[in-house]
C-alpha cells in the first residue's frame, strides 16, 4: 500500500480554469423573494441561476431545467445542509462529474490552491500505511516550519498535545493549519534524538508548484523541472526554473508532470510559451460553439531538447500542456496514458461562503481529437510497477535517479538527440504581467 501524501494547501482539484462570475437575476414572485432572504434557499437559487447561464450543454442533460428551479423554489430548507443536499442532487442530474457544489471549507481549500498561496507552518506530510506514523516529507523554504528546524524525516507526534495516532491525513492537516499570527505546538520525534518540543507561528506561505535540479548523468548535463499544480504563481516559478538551470549548463530538460492534476488554464498557456516559438496550443470551445485558439507567441525562453513525463494521474491543464508540446513536435511524451479531461470549469463564489464550479467549455489540443474519457497517449510508453511507484511516493528523493524508470528512459532518450552543450538566453522574457 502507499502512504496517504497531504500537501499544504491540498491540492486535488482537476480544474483547467477559475474564474469569477457574477449571478444573473430571473424574475421571481415577491412572496417567494421574501422567504429566500437570509435562508438556505437563496444559495440554492444562485447555483441554479449560475447553471443556467454558464452550462456546457445548453440541453441540460435532457434535464428541464426550468422546472428543476420551480422545484427547487418549492421546498422549504431548515438548514444548510439540507439546501447543500438538494443543491448536489440537482447537478447529480445534469451528469457532469466536475460540474459540483464546494461548501466553504472546501471553497477555501481551492482558492488557496489556484492562489499558490495559504496560511500555516509550510510542511508537506505523509501517514505510513504500515505503522500510521505522520511524518515530514517536506519542509517549505522560509517557511515557519524551516526556520524552526523541521526536516523531511521528522515524525509529528502531537499536534497542541493531540496524539497524531489518532489522526487521519484530514485531521493532521486542519490541525496545522490556521490564522495568521496563531501559533501551533508540535512534538517531534527524529531518529537518533529524543523527543523534543517546537512552537511555531503560522504565516502566509507561497506554495512552490515548481521544484527543479540540475542531474548530471554521464557528458549530459539534464534539467530536471517536477510541477505540480498550475496555480496563479506556476508559470513566475517555471520561468525563474528554467532561467536557473539554464545558468547551470542544462543540455536538456526533463519536465516531469506525473501526478500533477492540473489548475489554471491560462498558467498551461504561459508555460507552453515558454517551451514553444510557434504553433497551437489549445482551442477552447463554449456551449455556443465558439472557439477560443491560444498561439505560441515567439517568446519562448529555450529550444533545448526537451521530454515530458505524463502518467494517468496528468489531467487537465497538464494535458492541455503535454498536448501542445506533442502535437507541436517540441517535446517527447514518456510514461502512461494521461487522465483524459477534456473540459473547462469557472469557479463562483455564493452568499454563504461556500463555492460552484461550473463546466463552461470543452478543450481540444491542436489536432482537434476529443481527449476527454480517453486522454493522451505518449509517445514512449513506460510503465512503472507497484513496487517501484511505492518507493517513489515512499521516498520522493528517488525521482529522477536510477530508481525512477520513466525518467532513466527520458534520459536515454535525450541522449539520442546530442543536445547541444550551451543553452540560448537570449529568448528569456517574463510570462506573467
Not at 430548507?77 to 443536499?85: D, E, I, L, P, S
Not at 515524525?155 to 489518532?166: M, Q
Not at 494521461?338 to 455564493?350: I, M
Amino acid at each position: 500500500m502507499k502512504p496517504q501524501v497531504k500537501k499544504f494547501p491540498v491540492l486535488k482539484s482537476l480544474l483547467a480554469t477559475l474564474a469569477t462570475g457574477s449571478l444573473l437575476s430571473f424574475a421571481i414572485s415577491p412572496t417567494v423573494q421574501a422567504e429566500m432572504t437570509d435562508s438556505p434557499k437563496m444559495v440554492v437559487d444562485e447555483m441554479w441561476q449560475i447553471v443556467n447561464s454558464e452550462f456546457v450543454d445548453r440541453n441540460f442533460n435532457q434535464i428541464n431545467w426550468q422546472k428543476k428551479r420551480e422545484e427547487l423554489l418549492n421546498k422549504n430548507y431548515n438548514n444548510k445542509t439540507q439546501a447543500y443536499r438538494a443543491i448536489n442532487q440537482a447537478l447529480k442530474d445534469l451528469g457532469d462529474p466536475y460540474t459540483r457544489f464546494l461548501p466553504p471549507e472546501q471553497f477555501e481549500v481551492l482558492n488557496s490552491q489556484t492562489s499558490g498561496e495559504t496560511s500555516g507552518v509550510g510542511v508537506r506530510i505523509a501517514i505510513d500505511s504500515r505503522t500510521q506514523d505522520l511524518y515530514i516529507i517536506d519542509a517549505i523554504k522560509k517557511s515557519p516550519a524551516a526556520e524552526a528546524g523541521l526536516q523531511r524525516g521528522d515524525r509529528i507526534v502531537r499536534i497542541d498535545g493531540k496524539p497524531t495516532a489518532l489522526m487521519d491525513l484530514d485531521q493532521a492537516s486542519e490541525a496545522l493549519k490556521g490564522e495568521v499570527g496563531t501559533e501551533v505546538k508540535l512534538e517531534i520525534a527524529r531518529e537518533k534524538q529524543s523527543a523534543f518540543q517546537v512552537t511555531i507561528v503560522r504565516s502566509e506561505i507561497e506554495v512552490p508548484s515548481v521544484d527543479f535540479s540540475l542531474k548530471k548523468e554521464g557528458g549530459l548535463n539534464v534539467g530536471y523541472i517536477k510541477l505540480d499544480e498550475f496555480s496563479s504563481l506556476a508559470a513566475q516559478q517555471m520561468k525563474d526554473a528554467i532561467d536557473q538551470l539554464q545558468k547551470q549548463q542544462a543540455s536538456a530538460f526533463v519536465l516531469d508532470l506525473r501526478g500533477n492534476p492540473g489548475g489554471l488554464l491560462f498558467a498551461s498557456v504561459d508555460i507552453a510559451r515558454m517551451w514553444m516559438s510557434e504553433g497551437e496550443i489549445v482551442d477552447v470551445v463554449d456551449r455556443r460553439g465558439g472557439h477560443r485558439r491560444f498561439q505560441a507567441d515567439n517568446s519562448a525562453i529555450t529550444d533545448l531538447p526537451l521530454v515530458v513525463l505524463v502518467d494517468g494521474n496528468s489531467a487537465s491543464a497538464s494535458e492541455i500542456l503535454a498536448g501542445a508540446l506533442k502535437e507541436n513536435k517540441r517535446a517527447t511524451l514518456v510514461g502512461t496514458n494521461t487522465f483524459g479531461k477534456g473540459t473547462v470549469q469557472s469557479v463562483h463564489s455564493l452568499s454563504d461562503g461556500s463555492g460552484l464550479a461550473v463546466t463552461i467549455s470543452r478543450y481540444y489540443p491542436p489536432s482537434g481529437m476529443n481527449i476527454n474519457k480517453k486522454g493522451i497517449s505518449p509517445d514512449i510508453v513506460q510503465g512503472i510497477s507497484r513496487e517501484e511507484e511505492y518507493l517513489l511516493t515512499q521516498n520522493p528523493s528517488l525521482l529522477a535517479t536510477k530508481a525512477d524508470p520513466q525518467y532513466s528512459k527520458a534520459v536515454t532518450i535525450l541522449r539520442t538527440k546530442n543536445p547541444i552543450s550551451s543553452p540560448n538566453n537570449s529568448n528569456s522574457v517574463s510570462i506573467l504581467q
